[in-house]
């Protein structure tokens, strides 16, 4: 299950800030399917690099739970988020 609450993501430019994300919570429960659409620089991908723990965060929280348990990926350290990738996340980068 993937719990988001509040997650909030912005970026600088110059002297003013982006923001990308702003106050989104979404539950997807095991097993379900979610599609994610917008018109580019939306913030889906930005969305996906935070769940997959290769961005953190400005604010709120990402909960993913595995077999193994519940894992915070907005407080946990890039060693930690890279670990949780290895061995639970599957992505192809939109780029690659």
Known sequence: MIKVSHLSKSYRD???AVHVLRDLSVEVGKGASLA???PS???KSTF???LAG?????AG???ITTDEGTVGLEHA???ARTGFRRQHIGY???FF
């Open 14 to 16: 110059g002297d003013h």
């Open 36 to 38: 994610i659409t917008g």
């Open 41 to 43: 620089g939306s913030g």
């Open 48 to 50: 996906l690099n935070l």
């Open 54 to 58: 290769l961005l953190v965060p400005d």
């Open 61 to 63: 929280e990402i909960q």
């Open 77 to 79: 350290s890039e060693k």
């Open 92 to 94: 192809v980068h939109q």
